[in-house]
Nanobody
Framework: QVQLVESGGGLVEPGGSLRLSCTVSGSIFSTVAWGWYRQAPGKERELVAAISSGSSENYADSVKGRFTISRDNAKNTVYLQMNSLKPEDTGVYYC??????????????WGQGTQVTVSS
């Protein structure tokens, strides 16, 4: 069984920083690609940042220059460093991974979500 476990959310003042982490565990060979998504109240889930197997990064326009996605393949972990946070960054952040599993194939998994609240 494959699981994604997220951590690092919380309450932060505008202009502050947070770092989210997401680790995959279970019967896997490797993680092919990672993504961080967020969902604000009353809005659809949106892609925030993604990183490929070749470490190519992609960001939503709203977070470019403020957020950085990175991966540690040895730890099967992805990070999202969030700086200069704004109230509009508030939402539940979800980790997504395309995982090469021992049973065969590449499957898509989601984490349980972690709340990020930016408020004074």
């Amino acid at each position: 069984q494959v699981q994604l476990v997220e951590s690092g959310g919380g309450l932060v003042e505008p202009g502050g920083s947070l770092r989210l982490s997401c680790t995959v565990s279970g019967s896997i060979f490797s993680t092919v690609a990672w993504g961080w998504y967020r969902q604000a109240p009353g809005k659809e889930r949106e892609l925030v940042a993604a990183i490929s197997s070749g470490s190519s990064e992609n960001y939503a326009d709203s977070v470019k220059g403020r957020f950085t996605i990175s991966r540690d393949n040895a730890k099967n972990t992805v990070y999202l460093q969030m700086n200069s946070l704004k109230p509009e960054d508030t939402g539940v952040y979800y980790c997504n991974a395309d995982v090469a599993v021992v049973a065969g194939g590449i499957l898509d998994y989601w984490g349980q979500g972690t709340q990020v609240t930016v408020s004074s």
